[in-house]
Nanobody, 116 residues
């Protein structure tokens, strides 16, 4: 199995920045995709950004130009740099790992709160 450890959540004012990190350990494949999802109260979980082992990225429309996803393959770590944060970005953010053997592994979630 694969374990995901997330960090970097917290409270930030509108317009501020946070950086989320997720480290994968265990049976990590060389071919995998990792990403960030979020779930706000009363809403379903939604994709925020993903990145493949080859470096191809995907961003949800609501974060394009504000968030940047990156990865360090040597460390099996993915990072989400979040800038220009808005109150509507408030949610629990979950790291996700996908490979052929472990198609859907989730982190424990980290709270991001954007408020004055």
């Amino acid at each position: 199995q694969v374990q995901l450890v997330e960090s970097g959540g917290g409270l930030v004012q509108p317009g501020g920045s946070l950086r989320l990190s997720c480290a994968a350990s265990g049976s990590v494949s060389s071919i995998y995709a990792m990403g960030w999802y979020r779930q706000a109260p009363g809403k379903q979980r939604e994709s925020v950004a993903t990145i493949t082992s080859g470096g191809t990225t995907y961003y949800a429309d609501f974060v394009k130009g504000r968030f940047t996803i990156s990865r360090d393959n040597a460390k099996n770590t993915v990072t989400l740099q979040m800038n220009s944060l808005k109150p509507e970005d408030t949610a629990v953010y979950y790291c996700n790992y996908q490979s052929s053997r472990w198609p859907n592994t989730w982190g424990q979630g980290t709270q991001v709160t954007v408020s004055s």
